[in-house]
């Protein structure tokens, strides 16, 4: 299949891959039931995570980890289930993690901060005081202190001169 895409060039799987499929002859089949979800909009990728965490999507689970190895919680932090926690992460003191809250390898969770459905990518730091609601932050981010974003997307390796510290105040 890879052999009839070009390299650094988009596609889309209905448009694009399928009708190559299809003009090439090959055979494809899907299990009748199967879970289905084209993931190409910020919508359509949290249902699939919000789905996975809520075992709607049961062929997977067994390569979902809820809580990381090295993952240190404090005792006055809150994790709602279900939330996915990744290796390494920090959630300090009243944090408060929501359902369907996913965080990356490295993430720090700092002081009174509050995470509700959101997807953070590995080492994202969320500053002291922040409320983060149905949010995409990708890697290598830090959300500045007292920040308040709601169904905001951050990108990946934001140059410190250009980071969310000052963008999502």
């Known amino acids: 299949v890879l052999n009839l895409m070009e390299k650094n060039k988009a596609y889309s799987v209905e448009r694009d891959v399928f009708p190559k499929l299809i003009n090439n002859n090959f055979d494809a089949y899907i299990e009748e039931n199967a879970y289905w979800i084209d993931i190409g909009t910020p919508d359509k ?33 809150k994790i709602q289930k279900p939330a996915c926690i990744g290796d390494g992460c920090i959630i300090k003191e009243n944090a408060d993690i929501g359902k369907f809250s996913i965080l990356g390898k490295n993430c720090v969770i700092n002081k009174g901060s509050i995470v509700e459905g959101c997807i953070l990518w590995d080492k994202v730091i969320v500053e002291e005081g922040c409320f983060l609601k149905d949010c995409i932050i990708c890697s290598n981010i830090k959300i500045s202190k007292n920040s308040s974003l709601t169904d905001v997307i951050i990108g990946a390796d934001v140059p410190e001169n250009k980071s969310s510290e000052s963008r999502c105040k």
């Open 45 to 77: 990728y949290k249902k699939i995570n919000r789905d996975i965490l809520d075992k709607k999507i049961t062929d997977v689970m067994e390569y979902v980890k809820l809580k990381g190895k090295n993952t240190v919680k404090h005792e006055s932090a």
